[in-house]
């Protein structure tokens, strides 16, 4: 079994930065494809970034690219996004995900096994 714990969250002022850690425990994630995603009020949850198991292939969705950064520390089992140039659409409960069946990025939120609590973003305006 492996549990996601997210962090880092809070309150931020738009144009502000922000750093997500999800650390796993229960086991090793170093072969897995690790995504990110986040949910705001009233709305679905939304694919913001992906990388891969052991090569570090990445992929953001459109709306984060070049803001957002997603990355991993397989020594520390623990996956980052950094995020920048917030802006109040930004606002949302951000979650980490794990994939446990492939090493490849994936998009798809139904492939993802593992998921944390998540974490409160508020961007200020």
């Known amino acids: 079994q492996v549990q996601l714990v997210e962090s880092g969250g809070g309150l931020v002022q738009a144009g502000g930065s922000l750093r997500l850690s999800c650390a796993a425990s229960?086991?090793?994630?170093?072969?897995?494809?690790m995504g990110w995603f986040r949910q705001a009020p009233g709305k679905e949850r939304e694919f913001l970034a992906a990388?891969?198991?052991?090569?570090?292939?990445?992929y953001y969705a459109d709306s984060v690219k070049g803001r957002f950064t997603i990355s991993r520390d397989n020594a520390k089992n623990t996956v980052y996004l950094e995020m920048s140039s917030l802006k109040p659409e930004d606002t949302a409960v951000y979650y980490c995900?794990?994939?446990?069946?492939?090493?490849?990025?994936?998009?798809?939120?139904?492939?993802?096994?593992?998921w944390g609590q998540g974490t409160q973003v508020t961007v200020s305006s």
């Open positions: 995900a794990a994939d446990a069946s492939r090493d490849e990025i994936e998009i798809r939120e139904a492939e993802y096994a593992y």
């Open positions: 229960g086991r090793s994630l170093s072969g897995y494809a």
């Open positions: 990388i891969s198991g052991i090569g570090g292939g990445t």
